[in-house]
């Protein structure tokens, strides 16, 4: 069993930053993508960001160059930079572990970002 456990959330108005951080109790830990995906009020949960243990990343078209994904596979620990931040961007974001050989995944609780206009 993996544990994520995400902080950094928080109130912020638009065009400010925050950084959330996830982290993991997983062994291996670069055996696993990671994601952030986020879910506003009525919306479908989506995946925002990812990186490979090997540091690939791919991020949805409404973020690029405004954040930023990254890891230490060292301190197990993932990264969401999130710049020029909108009110769009206001949902619970989650953190996402997949291991990439046996597809298990696991989830954190998740971190509220608020962004004011």
């Known amino acids: 069993q993996v544990q994520l456990v995400e902080s950094g959330g928080g109130f912020v108005q638009a065009g400010g930053s925050l950084r959330l951080s996830c982290a993991a109790s997983?062994?291996?830990?670069?055996?696993?993508?990671v994601g952030w995906y986020r879910q506003a009020p009525g919306k479908q949960r989506e995946l925002v960001a990812a990186?490979?243990?090997?540091?690939?990343?791919n991020y949805i078209d409404s973020v690029k160059g405004r954040f930023s994904i990254s890891r230490d596979n060292t301190k197990r620990m993932t990264y969401l930079q999130m710049n020029s931040l909108k009110p769009e961007d206001t949902a619970v974001y989650y953190c996402?572990?997949?291991?990439?050989?046996?597809?298990?995944?696991?989830w954190g609780q998740g971190t509220q970002v608020t962004v004011s206009s």
């Open positions: 990186i490979t243990g090997g540091l690939s990343t």
């Open positions: 996402n572990a997949n291991h990439r050989l046996t597809a298990a995944q696991y």
């Open positions: 997983a062994s291996f830990f670069h055996f696993y993508t």
